[in-house]
């Protein structure tokens, strides 16, 4: 019990240090996922402006940015909802947890403020057990109020336990994001590594999905995020892939833990690589400067922006048939 000893206290320091970033990330978060839920039933106001979507979303550029679609005879409003709002809000919550993890853990072990902690009679891992439950009562409240918020709804496509499957697959995948940061900042010495690795795993988990989701189904499983998809929330409703999340979250968390106890503050698991003993020219100007502090950010936007520029672009030649179906775009 010594290595949890203080863990109250030390959560409430890390509240009240976070706690503006904590309450705009849950009001974004919930805020948007609710008022475009209440939008939905408007924009597609029948069965013919929803069958138009399905076909739409049946495109392998679609399934690859979304996954896999319902049939377009079957889709609803809270379908469509969750087809094209799911799995993007799911990176939000994941990118909220990498941030918050990696600030809580590296980032306070850089600037110091972890060893002025530990400098007093607190137990090894009460640092680690406090950032862990404050992402799990952050993620469990995310989850809980965009239950209720989608559960309340009059409109009959939304019912509660699919609601509560909407919130649940966003907080596991947020909590397992969150695990896999707490690993990161054992491996890497640095804030900007930890979250490189962290943001590492998002995009692979994410390209990994893609990939398994238009040309082989398996390969979709070894991805979280293809997890996610996979509740099919408001048509089937599948809770197993809840609980791969959550077993994975607490194998992630128990690992980051074991790490934390065997490495020594400011230091990281993985070895560093030496650099140069001399400045290139480039490095010495100052733009060479900035690429080399910014090139992995620069880089990783560009790709970014170019995949889901292409990917909009294999869509438009269906969008003719989408368009004309909907009364309110034709007006």
Not at 53 to 76: K, R, W
Not at 126 to 145: C, E, H, K, Q, R
Not at 251 to 272: A, C, K, S, T
């Amino acid at each position: 019990t010594q290595l949890f000893k203080e863990t109250g206290r030390i959560f409430s320091l890390l509240f009240r240090q976070h706690r503006l970033n904590i309450f705009l990330w849950l009001v974004g978060i919930v805020g948007l996922t609710i008022s475009v839920a209440y939008v939905y039933p408007m924009i597609y106001e029948n069965q013919s402006d929803l069958v138009g979507l399905g076909i739409t979303m049946q495109n392998p550029a679609m399934t690859a940015m979304l996954g896999p679609a319902q049939s377009p005879s079957d889709y609803t409003a809270a379908i469509a909802f969750a087809g094209e709002m799911l799995l993007f809000t799911a990176i939000g919550m994941a990118v909220m947890n990498i941030l918050l993890a990696s600030t809580t853990t590296r980032l306070d072990e850089e600037e110091g403020r972890l060893e002025l902690v530990q400098s007093l009679p607190v137990g090894k891992l009460s640092y680690t057990t406090a950032l862990t439950l404050l992402m799990l009562i952050l993620n469990g409240v995310i989850t809980l109020v965009i239950a209720v918020g989608l559960g309340v709804m009059d409109n009959a496509d939304f019912t509660w336990e699919a609601s509560l499957l909407y919130g649940a697959v966003l907080g596991s995948t947020g909590l397992f994001f969150s695990g896999a940061t707490i690993v990161a900042a054992q491996l890497s010495e640095t804030t900007r590594g930890t979250r490189g690795i962290a943001f590492t795993v998002l995009i692979l988990s994410y390209l990994i999905r893609a990939v398994g989701d238009v040309s082989n189904e398996t390969l979709s499983l070894f991805s979280p995020l293809g997890w996610t998809v996979r509740t099919e929330v408001f048509a089937t409703n599948e809770w197993w892939p809840i609980i791969g999340l959550a077993v994975g979250s607490v194998i992630l968390i128990g690992v980051g833990f074991i790490l934390n106890r065997r490495r020594d503050i400011f230091q990281g698991l993985l070895p560093q690589r030496p650099g140069r003993k001399n400045a290139s020219w480039f490095l010495k100007t100052l733009p060479g400067f900035v690429w080399s502090q910014e090139k992995v950010k620069l880089i990783s936007w560009a790709l970014g922006i170019f995949l889901i520029a292409a990917a909009f672009g294999a869509i438009l030649g269906d969008l003719e048939t989408y368009f004309a179906d909907m009364d309110i775009l034709q007006a």
